[in-house]
C-alpha cells in the first residue's frame, strides 16, 4: 500500500514527535549543517557506500555517491552515505567469503537501527552484491541495487586481455619458460586498465547479472562499463527511483519471489556464470523465504542454452562486448518465455514491461536459442559417493573429454602442501591423475577460499597439458576455467567422504549422469571412517569462531544458520527513547 502521508514515513518515528528524544535528532542534523526544510517530511535515503582504498572495483564509488544524492534530490528526498564493510576481493585474506555474511549482518543492522526510509545498495566486487542484498531483504526497507559495472578491457602488445583467466593462461606460460620477465610485467599493467569489476562473466559480473535479474536493479543496469557516462546517468536514476519506491511501499518482499529467485537462476545459467552464483543465489532465495535447492539449479541447468559468448565459458568476448551488443536487457529478451515475465521489480513494472524494445545488436556475442555456445547453461551439479550433498562443475569451461573420466586420485591436505608438489618437476603425476584439495572449505579453508582452480603441475605444463581433472571442497574465482569440480559437500573438515580418499584411489567422473564417484569398496570406506579424526577448529575467538559455530554447508548458502529468515521472529523496529 502507497504512503501519501510523511508522517507514515519510518523516519519520521526520529524526527516528528514533538518529545525530547526528536529534539536531540534534529538537533544533531543541525549540527551537521542540515536545516530543518532540508530532512523534515522527506524520504531519507541511506547510500550504502562499499567503497575503500584498497577496493579497485570501487574506486569510483565517491564520484558515484554524488550522482546518488543528486537524483535523490530531485525527486524530492534526502540521502546520507552510510559507509558498508569493502568486502574487496583482491586484499581480504584468507577470504573474502569470511566476510560476506559479516556484510550482511552489517547491512541489515545499518538499515534496521538508523532513521531511512530506502536504501541504495552500492556494491560489483564479488561479495558486496550478495552481502549487501542479504542483509537488505533481511531489514525489509524499500532498497535498489546500484551494479559498479565492469572495468574496460585489458589490452597488451594489441592482444585483449580478461580479469583472471589471461592471468592464469600467462602464469602457465610463464611457468613452462615460454614468457620473458619484460612480457609478463607489460601484462601485469595492462590486465586491469580501470575503475569496475573483472570484464569477464566472474563472479562480479555474474551476481551483478543475478540482482539485475531479480528485479533489485534498474533494467540493465549491471552491463554499463563502471567508466561509462551512462553509469553516472544510471546511478542519478537510481537516487530518484528510491524516493519514489518508499512513496509506492515497494519492498523486497515483493521483488524476490519463486519466480524472481528462477528467472535469475536461468540468466545466470544463460551467460556462463561464475560456480559461485550457486552459494551465492540459494543464500539470497532463503533471505526472502524461498526454497531454492542444488537440484533445482541444476534442472535449470540442463533446460538452459549458454547463449552469452563471454570469456571464460565463451571464447572471445568481454563484459565490454556484451554492453555493446544489447546487455543483460536483450539476452533476457533472447530468453523469451524461458523467464516468468510478470516478476514485479524495483521500476514498479515488471520484468516483461521492463524488457519491452530489448534489441541484441551483435548475435555473436548474444547467441540466439538455436546458436548457443553450449547446449545446456553454464553449471551442473554432480552426485555420489565422493558428494553426497551435492558439488559443481562449469562443463562448458573445461575439455569435453573430461565430461567423462577415471583416473587415480593426488590427495593433498593443505593448500602450502600442493603448491609445493605442483611445483616439483619430478612430482609422479600424469595426465590422468586426480588432484585433489580438501580441508578448503566453508570451515575448513577458512571461509571458503577460491583454491579450487589447483595448478597444473610443472612436470604436465611443460608437456604442453593446460587442463586435468581437479576436485576440492574450495570455491574457485569466477573468471577461472578449467575441468574443476567445487564445493563438495560436506567438506572435508567435518568428516565429509572426500576425506577419506586417499592418493591412489580411482575417481570417476561420469558428468551425463552426474555421477562422481571413488571407487573404494564401503567396508574400506568404513574402516576409513572411524580412523578419521577431526581436525582442530580454525579459530578460538573473535568473529571467526563466529563463523564457524553458525555457518552452513556450500548446499546450503553458507549463509549463518540464524540469519535464514525461518531460524525465529525479525527484531522488528527499533525503540526509541
Same mark, same amino acid.
Request: net charge negative; charged share 20%; hydrophobic share 40%.
Given at each position: 500500500?502507497s504512503?501519501?502521508?510523511?508522517?507514515?514515513?519510518?523516519?519520521?518515528r526520529w524526527?516528528?514527535p514533538?518529545?525530547?528524544?526528536s529534539?536531540?535528532?534534529?538537533s544533531r542534523?543541525?549540527?551537521l549543517?542540515?536545516?530543518?526544510?532540508?530532512?523534515?517530511d522527506?524520504?531519507?535515503?541511506?547510500?550504502l557506500?562499499?567503497w575503500?582504498?584498497?577496493n579497485?572495483c570501487?574506486?569510483?564509488f565517491?564520484?558515484?555517491?554524488?550522482?546518488?544524492k543528486?537524483g535523490?534530490?530531485?525527486?524530492?528526498?534526502f540521502?546520507?552515505e552510510m559507509p558498508a564493510?569493502?568486502?574487496?576481493?583482491s586484499f581480504?585474506?584468507?577470504?573474502s567469503?569470511?566476510y560476506?555474511?559479516l556484510?550482511?549482518?552489517?547491512?541489515?543492522?545499518?538499515i534496521?537501527s538508523?532513521?531511512?526510509?530506502?536504501v541504495v545498495l552500492?556494491?560489483g566486487?564479488?561479495?558486496?552484491?550478495p552481502?549487501?542484498?542479504m542483509?537488505a531483504?533481511?531489514?525489509?526497507?524499500p532498497?535498489?541495487?546500484?551494479p559498479?559495472?565492469p572495468?574496460?578491457?585489458?589490452?597488451?602488445?594489441?592482444?585483449?586481455?580478461?580479469?583472471?583467466?589471461d592471468?592464469?593462461k600467462?602464469?602457465d606460460e610463464r611457468?613452462?619458460?615460454n614468457?620473458?620477465?619484460?612480457?609478463w610485467?607489460?601484462?601485469?599493467?595492462g590486465i586491469?586498465?580501470s575503475?569496475?569489476?573483472?570484464?569477464?562473466m566472474?563472479?562480479?559480473?555474474t551476481?551483478?547479472?543475478?540482482?539485475d535479474?531479480l528485479g533489485?536493479?534498474l533494467?540493465?543496469a549491471?552491463?554499463?562499463p563502471?567508466?561509462?557516462?551512462s553509469?553516472?546517468r544510471m546511478?542519478?536514476?537510481?537516487?530518484?527511483?528510491?524516493v519514489?519506491?518508499?512513496w509506492?511501499d515497494?519492498t523486497?518482499?515483493?521483488?524476490v519471489?519463486d519466480?524472481?529467485c528462477r528467472?535469475a537462476?536461468?540468466v545466470?545459467?544463460?551467460?556462463?556464470c561464475?560456480?559461485?552464483?550457486?552459494v551465492?543465489?540459494?543464500?539470497?532465495a532463503?533471505?526472502?523465504?524461498?526454497?531454492?535447492t542444488?537440484?533445482?539449479?541444476?534442472e535449470?541447468?540442463?533446460?538452459?542454452?549458454?547463449?552469452a559468448?563471454?570469456?571464460p565459458s565463451?571464447?572471445?568476448?568481454l563484459?565490454?562486448?556484451f554492453?555493446?551488443?544489447g546487455?543483460?536487457?536483450? @539476452?533476457m529478451?533472447?530468453?523469451?518465455d524461458?523467464?516468468?515475465?510478470?516478476a514485479?521489480?524495483?521500476t514498479?513494472r515488471?520484468?516483461?514491461e521492463?524488457l519491452e524494445?530489448?534489441e541484441v545488436?551483435n548475435d555473436?556475442?548474444?547467441?540466439?536459442?538455436?546458436?548457443p555456445?553450449?547446449?545446456?547453461g553454464?553449471?551442473a551439479?554432480?552426485?555420489?559417493?565422493?558428494?553426497p550433498?551435492?558439488?559443481?562443475?562449469?562443463?562448458?569451461?573445461?575439455d569435453p573429454k573430461?565430461?567423462?573420466h577415471?583416473?587415480?586420485? @593426488?590427495?593433498?591436505?593443505?593448500?602450502p602442501?600442493?603448491k609445493?608438489a605442483?611445483?616439483d618437476?619430478t @612430482?609422479n603425476v600424469g595426465?590422468?591423475?586426480?588432484l585433489?584439495?580438501?580441508?578448503?572449505?566453508?570451515?575448513?579453508?577458512?571461509g571458503?577460499?577460491?583454491?579450487g582452480?589447483l595448478?597444473?603441475?610443472?612436470?604436465?605444463v611443460?608437456?604442453?597439458?593446460r587442463?586435468?581433472?581437479?576436485?576440492?571442497?574450495?570455491r574457485?574465482?569466477?573468471?577461472?576455467y578449467?575441468a574443476c569440480?567445487?564445493h563438495?559437500?560436506?567438506?572435508?573438515f567435518?568428516?565429509g567422504?572426500?576425506?577419506?580418499?586417499?592418493?591412489g584411489?580411482t575417481v570417476?567422473l561420469?558428468?551425463?549422469n552426474?555421477?562422481l564417484?571413488?571407487l573404494?569398496?564401503?567396508?574400506e570406506l568404513?574402516r576409513?571412517?572411524a580412523?578419521?579424526?577431526?581436525p582442530?577448529a580454525?579459530?578460538?575467538?573473535?568473529?571467526?569462531?563466529?563463523f564457524?559455530?553458525?555457518?552452513?554447508?556450500a548446499?546450503q548458502?553458507?549463509d549463518?544458520?540464524?540469519?535464514q529468515s525461518d531460524?525465529?521472529r525479525a527484531?522488528?523496529e527499533?525503540?526509541?527513547?
Open positions: 500500500m504512503k501519501t502521508d510523511p508522517k507514515d514515513l519510518r523516519s519520521a524526527f516528528a514533538d518529545d525530547l528524544r529534539f536531540g535528532h534534529r542534523m543541525m549540527q549543517g542540515y536545516s530543518e526544510e532540508d530532512f523534515r522527506k524520504p531519507v535515503i541511506g547510500v557506500s562499499t575503500s582504498e584498497l579497485t570501487h574506486s569510483h565517491p564520484e558515484r555517491v554524488q550522482n546518488v543528486r535523490v534530490t530531485q525527486a524530492g528526498g540521502a546520507v564493510l569493502s568486502v574487496d576481493e581480504t585474506k584468507p577470504t567469503m569470511l560476506r555474511n556484510l550482511a549482518i552489517e547491512t541489515e543492522e545499518i534496521r538508523h532513521p531511512l526510509d530506502g552500492m556494491g566486487c564479488d561479495k558486496t552484491t552481502g549487501l542484498v542483509g531483504i533481511s531489514a525489509g526497507v532498497m535498489i541495487y546500484l559498479a559495472g572495468m574496460l578491457r585489458g589490452n597488451y602488445a594489441g592482444k585483449i586481455l580478461g580479469s583472471g583467466s592471468a592464469w600467462y602464469w611457468r613452462a619458460g614468457l620473458s620477465e619484460a612480457k610485467v607489460g601484462i601485469q599493467g586491469a586498465r575503475a569496475g569489476t573483472c570484464m569477464t566472474g563472479t562480479a559480473a551476481m551483478m547479472a543475478i540482482a535479474a533489485l536493479s533494467p540493465g549491471s552491463s554499463i563502471a567508466v561509462d557516462s553509469h553516472q546511478s542519478a536514476a537510481c537516487g530518484r527511483r528510491i519514489d519506491m518508499v509506492e515497494l523486497p518482499d515483493r521483488i519471489t519466480a524472481a528467472n537462476a536461468i545466470a545459467m544463460a551467460t556462463g561464475s560456480t559461485n552464483a550457486v551465492h543465489l540459494i543464500a539470497i532463503r533471505r526472502a523465504g524461498v526454497d531454492l542444488l537440484d533445482d539449479l541444476d535449470l541447468g540442463r533446460s538452459t542454452p549458454l547463449v559468448n563471454i570469456r565463451g571464447s572471445q568476448y563484459m565490454e562486448d554492453y555493446y551488443a546487455g543483460l536487457r536483450a @539476452l529478451r533472447q530468453l523469451g524461458q523467464l516468468d515475465g510478470s514485479l521489480t524495483v514498479g515488471t520484468l516483461g521492463n524494445g530489448a545488436y555473436d556475442v548474444i547467441r540466439p536459442l538455436s546458436n555456445v553450449y547446449k545446456e553454464s553449471l551439479v554432480l552426485r555420489g559417493n565422493l558428494c550433498d551435492g558439488a559443481v562443475i562449469k562443463p562448458a569451461a573445461c573430461f565430461h567423462v577415471e583416473g587415480p586420485a @593426488l590427495v593433498f591436505d593443505s593448500y602442501e600442493m609445493a605442483v611445483e618437476e @612430482l595426465p590422468d591423475h586426480v585433489v584439495l580438501r580441508n578448503a572449505g566453508p570451515l575448513g579453508g577458512p571458503f577460499p577460491e583454491w582452480m595448478p597444473i603441475p610443472k612436470a604436465l611443460r608437456q604442453g597439458y587442463d586435468m581433472l581437479r576436485i576440492s571442497d574450495a574457485m574465482s569466477g573468471t577461472s578449467g569440480i567445487l563438495v559437500a560436506p567438506e572435508s567435518v568428516g567422504p572426500l576425506a577419506l580418499l586417499k592418493t584411489d570417476r561420469d558428468l551425463p552426474r555421477r564417484d571413488m573404494v569398496e564401503e567396508h568404513t576409513r571412517r580412523a578419521w579424526k577431526q582442530q580454525r579459530f578460538q575467538r573473535g568473529y571467526g569462531y563466529m564457524c559455530q553458525h555457518v552452513t554447508q548446499d548458502g553458507c549463518f544458520d540464524f540469519l531460524f525465529g527484531a522488528g527499533p525503540d526509541i527513547f
